[in-house]
């Protein structure tokens, strides 16, 4: 709990304590980095995450995620220090979430639900709303027992309660079910919509910007559009795809800001967010952008290709983007040190010859917070839609 007292309003942040597994699949570096977003995933949601709690295990527990005695470690933590919240890394099975929240006795998230309550937070457009709430409902459809048997704890603020809503008449899963079936319809008569207005756009090509979250898109967008788009370092800052007309020397283009994505993005979202994945799905060009700075970027741009071959775009051309080098580190290691060499230990002169050069995908090196190289940047966009606009209008290859 925080309070502020300079402020007359005091404001409340749930203490949460995280807990992840080190599987032969994952090493303990991944899953520190894993706990390391999912505490910035926390945080965007308005917790205080106050500890991590790990464990070395050949796979899950099926009945508690982590072993008895790491779980009965977790209770006395919790105990011990006024703890309103556990979150676990990885998306929690229905008794999995009962058994837990039995010895715990406290409020349990997994990763999927906590993406869930921040997408549901972000989401200002009826559109968004739509989506966000069919997910939500196909989640918790078959928790629904362990959900509805604790109503009166889960009236209330906080995360995780951030849903769809939560009366009596929703206790009966003929009513949900029936509600869900309401929202698909909703969502096909957007979609209808959707694609009309994408139609009547003609025939422009069309770019959009992909990439995981919070790694600029936003920033970029405003830079290229010239015109404000939302922008934020907290993840997800972006639900609504952004589409603008911009026009680079004489050619006219649409650019789309889509929303980022994450490693385990639930299936739940992919299949609501649809109509905002055909601004990927349709686009001519895919710009991926990266955080450089990141020292996961590499996992992250596999996601990325995971993520587009999931939704069926994975064959579009795609150009590189590598954004944030004002906030990239350089650490030389020593002839002496032995450890891994990890991404941090290249230059970024090094990094244009190794394995980026290896992609064999056009790539440019950015800061889109400093502007720098935004001009090549442009450059290189011009020369991607002249070729495709050639194509299109053989006629009028006299404006090249």
């Given at each position: 709990?925080?309070r502020?007292?300079n402020?007359?309003?005091e404001?409340?942040?749930e203490r949460?304590?995280l807990?992840?597994?080190?599987?032969?699949?994952q090493?303990d570096?991944q899953?520190k980095?894993?706990?390391?977003?999912?505490?910035?995933l926390?945080?965007t949601?308005?917790?205080?995450?106050?500890?991590?709690?790990t464990?070395?295990?050949?796979?899950?527990?099926?009945?508690?995620?982590?072993?008895?005695?790491?779980?009965?470690?977790?209770l006395?933590?919790i105990k011990?220090?006024?703890i309103d919240?556990?979150?676990f890394?990885?998306?929690?099975?229905?008794?999995?979430?009962k058994n837990?929240?039995?010895?715990l006795?406290?409020?349990i998230?997994?990763r999927?639900?906590?993406?869930l309550d921040i997408f549901?937070?972000?989401a200002?457009t009826?559109?968004?709303?739509?989506?966000?709430?069919?997910?939500?409902?196909?989640?918790?459809?078959?928790?629904?027992?362990?959900?509805?048997?604790?109503?009166?704890?889960?009236?209330?603020?906080?995360i995780?309660r951030?849903?769809?809503?939560?009366?009596q008449?929703e206790t009966?899963?003929r009513?949900?079910?029936e509600r869900?079936a309401k929202?698909?319809e909703?969502?096909?008569?957007?979609?209808?919509?959707?694609?009309?207005q994408?139609g009547n756009?003609?025939?422009?090509?069309?770019?959009?910007?992909?990439?995981?979250?919070n790694?600029g898109?936003?920033?970029?967008?405003?830079?290229?559009?010239?015109?404000?788009v939302?922008?934020?370092?907290?993840?997800?800052?972006?639900?609504?795809t952004?589409?603008?007309?911009v026009?680079?020397?004489?050619?006219?283009f649409?650019?789309?800001?889509?929303?980022?994505?994450?490693?385990?993005?639930p299936?739940?979202?992919?299949?609501?967010?649809?109509?905002?994945?055909?601004?990927?799905?349709e686009?001519?060009?895919?710009?991926h952008?990266?955080?450089?700075?990141?020292p996961?970027?590499?996992?992250q741009?596999n996601?990325?290709k995971?993520?587009l071959?999931?939704?069926?775009?994975?064959?579009?051309p795609v150009?590189?983007?590598?954004?944030?080098?004002d906030a990239?580190?350089f650490?030389?290691?020593?002839?002496?040190?032995l450890?891994?060499?990890?991404i941090?230990?290249y230059?970024?002169?090094?990094?244009?010859?190794?394995?980026?050069a290896?992609e064999?995908?056009?790539?440019?090196?950015?800061s889109?917070?400093?502007?720098?190289n935004?001009?090549?940047?442009?450059?290189?966009?011009y020369?991607?839609?002249a070729?495709?606009?050639?194509?299109?209008y053989?006629?009028?290859?006299f404006?090249?």
């Amino acid at each position: 709990m925080e309070r502020n007292s300079n402020s007359k309003i005091e404001e409340f942040h749930e203490r949460a304590v995280l807990v992840g597994i080190i599987t032969n699949e994952q090493s303990d570096a991944q899953t520190k980095e894993y706990l390391d977003e999912l505490k910035f995933l926390a945080e965007t949601a308005g917790a205080v995450a106050v500890k991590s709690f790990t464990q070395r295990l050949e796979r899950a527990n099926s009945k508690t995620f982590a072993g008895s005695g790491k779980i009965v470690e977790i209770l006395n933590y919790i105990k011990e220090n006024e703890i309103d919240i556990a979150i676990f890394d990885d998306e929690l099975t229905p008794s999995q979430l009962k058994n837990i929240e039995k010895i715990l006795d406290c409020k349990i998230l997994d990763r999927t639900s906590l993406i869930l309550d921040i997408f549901a937070r972000r989401a200002k457009t009826a559109y968004a709303k739509t989506q966000v709430e069919l997910a939500q409902y196909q989640y918790l459809l078959p928790r629904l027992t362990r959900m509805w048997t604790h109503l009166e704890r889960q009236r209330g603020g906080g995360i995780g309660r951030y849903g769809p809503g939560e009366t009596q008449l929703e206790t009966d899963r003929r009513i949900i079910l029936e509600r869900i079936a309401k929202l698909k319809e909703q969502l096909k008569k957007i979609d209808r919509q959707m694609i009309s207005q994408r139609g009547n756009r003609g025939n422009l090509v069309r770019l959009a910007l992909v990439g995981y979250t919070n790694v600029g898109k936003s920033t970029l967008m405003t830079l290229l559009s010239k015109s404000e788009v939302f922008a934020e370092n907290k993840l997800f800052a972006t639900l609504d795809t952004t589409v603008r007309k911009v026009v680079i020397g004489n050619l006219p283009f649409l650019l789309s800001d889509t929303v980022g994505f994450i490693r385990k993005l639930p299936t739940q979202l992919i299949e609501s967010f649809k109509s905002t994945l055909d601004e990927v799905r349709e686009a001519d060009i895919l710009i991926h952008v990266v955080d450089i700075s990141h020292p996961n970027c590499e996992e992250q741009i596999n996601i990325v290709k995971q993520t587009l071959f999931d939704i069926g775009a994975a064959n579009k051309p795609v150009f590189l983007v590598f954004n944030k080098i004002d906030a990239y580190t350089f650490v030389e290691k020593a002839a002496d040190d032995l450890t891994p060499i990890t991404i941090e230990n290249y230059s970024l002169e090094q990094l244009m010859k190794s394995w980026i050069a290896k992609e064999n995908t056009p790539c440019i090196f950015v800061s889109a917070k400093n502007k720098v190289n935004m001009e090549k940047l442009r450059g290189d966009i011009y020369k991607i839609i002249a070729e495709i606009h050639a194509g299109r209008y053989p006629f009028n290859n006299f404006l090249y």
